[in-house]
T-cell receptor, first 114, second 120 residues
Framework: NAGVTQTPKFQVLKTGQSMTLQCAQD?????MSWYRQDPGMGLRLIHY???????DQGEVPNGYNVSRSTTEDFPLRLLSAAPSQTSVYFC?????????????FGQGTRLTVV | AQKITQTQPGMFVQEKEAVTLDCTYD???????LFWYKQPSSGEMIFLIY??????QNATEGRYSLNFQKARKSANLVISASQLGDSAMYFC?????????????????FGQGTILTVHP
């Protein structure tokens, strides 16, 4: 089973560049989300989606865009990269209809903005 | 205010001993779920254990158990018989029931994490 596939694994960007982090899941999960992980701050929610065509902001959405055109895919776009966006990014997916449903995570993307 | 608080940035334990990782949470919902995830140095997130707010018994999964004290709003992870492979970052997370009819939309809120080091 592929689960959640997240690409790329590593990326270096220059300040001002844009890029898209890809996330795809094959479990027919309604809910998908993007987190960033920074030392001492745990994982913070950037954006999430409860289904195709529906997205919403999380705790730290500034500088990021998302779209959900299909159930499977949930790309995260950095519009104009800044050094403050240097972080490890995780995509996660889960069913949306039960509290006890486990969230499945991608392998993470380590992004450095110079 | 922090919804999930893990007050131990780092913990050390001797191999084969038990260790408790602390987690307190804050919610006004009656219905919620608590999760623990493990993140080894390789970076992946591994689900360990789940406790529902209405579960009367503490959750257990192999060497992992969750010491759930609802009145104190704590959900501590207990790892028994620690192994070297348990060395990792551990995250506590909460999902609150939101939306019409208490439907959960999957949102997880994480704590800051605790780095556990197991000594041989």
């Amino acid at each position: 089973n592929a689960g959640v596939t997240q690409t790329p694994k590593f990326q270096v960007l220059k300040t001002g560049q844009s890029m898209t982090l890809q996330c795809a899941q094959d479990m027919n999960h309604e809910y998908m989300s993007w987190y960033r992980q920074d030392p001492g701050m745990g994982l913070r929610l950037i954006h999430y989606s409860v289904g195709a065509g529906i997205t919403d902001q999380g705790e730290v959405p500034n500088g990021y865009n998302v779209s959900r055109s299909t159930t499977e895919d949930f790309p995260l776009r950095l519009l104009s990269a800044a050094p403050s966006q240097t972080s490890v990014y995780f995509c996660a997916s889960s069913y949306a209809s039960a509290l006890n449903t486990e969230a499945f995570f991608g392998q993470g993307t380590r992004l450095t903005v110079v | 205010a922090q919804k999930i608080t893990q007050t131990q940035p780092g913990m050390f334990v001797q191999e084969k001993e038990a260790v408790t990782l602390d987690c307190t949470y804050d919610t006004s919902d009656q219905s919620y779920g608590l999760f623990w995830y493990k993140q080894p140095s390789s970076g992946e997130m591994i689900f360990l254990i789940y406790q529902g707010s209405y579960d009367e018994q503490n959750a257990t999964e192999g060497r992992y158990s969750l010491n759930f004290q609802k009145a104190r709003k704590s959900a501590n992870l207990v790892i028994s018989a620690s192994q070297l492979g348990d060395s990792a970052m551990y995250f506590c997370a909460m999902r609150e029931a939101k939306g019409a009819g208490g439907t959960s939309y999957g949102k997880l809120t994480f704590g800051q994490g605790t780095i556990l080091t197991v000594h041989p």
